[in-house]
């Protein structure tokens, strides 16, 4: 049963342009939610963070919109930078519990 | 302030061994979890311990354990190693309180 789903593995932007990655949910308990950045072979780095009583946040290039009525939300980086290419993943979480719930992720690729 | 810290990096096991992982959190941080990540299955949550208990637990069998020390460093053990145990391994720690976690750089296991 995935909670959390990405449903695009992959995402092409040219630089300067704006990045959209999106990630849906089906548990309409989760009260917060995570973007996460990584690289291969490292661990995944914190972006920014949104909780459930709140519609968006925002910072610098990057925002975060809820939008708990669809379940759904997404991370818009503006502009994009050939450094922003990594996979994406959101995640969510429960009551403050230490679990987190990963998507899949998103292979965000921005081309010069 | 120092990272949350993982040893070793890279680590090769044959079947049937077992092994342990380290984790250093960042200080100040008293809550510890860790994830597995495969291709297959994506990132998944392994345990949460804070101040020495268990306090959450993913769905992994039990030759998968943890725990965590009064400096709040934590190993995980995994016995009696399979094939498909092969992952890269990851810590994450954060403060009580907050929801976002940082992760280390992980452990690649290959077990051969």
């Known amino acids: 049963d995935q909670q959390v789903k990405q449903n695009s593995p992959s995402l092409s932007v040219q630089e300067g342009r704006i990045s959209i990655l999106n990630c849906d949910y089906t548990?309409?308990?989760?009260?917060?939610f995570l973007w996460y950045k990584k690289y291969p072979a490292e661990g995944p780095t914190f972006l920014i963070s949104i909780s459930s009583i709140k519609d968006k946040n925002e910072d610098g290039r990057f925002t975060v919109f809820l939008n708990k009525s669809a379940k759904h939300l997404s991370l818009h980086i503006v502009p994009s930078q050939p450094g922003d290419s990594a996979v994406y993943f959101c995640?969510?979480?429960?009551?403050?519990?230490?679990?987190?719930?990963f998507g899949q992720g998103t292979e965000l690729s921005v081309k010069p | 302030k120092a990272g949350v810290t993982q040893t070793p990096r890279y680590l090769i096991k044959t079947r049937g061994q077992q092994v342990t992982l380290s984790c250093s959190p960042i200080?100040?941080?008293?809550?510890v979890s860790w994830y597995q990540q495969t291709p297959g299955q994506g990132l998944q949550f392994l345990f949460e311990y804070f101040s020495e208990t268990q306090r959450n637990k993913g769905n992994f069998p039990g030759r998968f354990s943890g725990r965590q020390f009064s400096n709040s460093r934590s190993e995980m053990n995994v016995s009696t190693l399979e094939l498909g145990d092969s992952a890269l391994y990851l810590c994450?720690?954060?403060?009580?309180?907050?929801?976002?976690?940082?992760f280390g750089p992980g452990t690649r296991l290959t077990v051969t």
């Open positions: 200080s100040g941080h008293r809550s």
């Open positions: 995640a969510a979480q429960l009551n403050q519990g230490g679990k987190l719930i």
């Open positions: 548990n309409s308990m989760f009260d917060y």
């Open positions: 994450a720690s954060r403060l009580d309180g907050t929801y976002e976690q940082y």
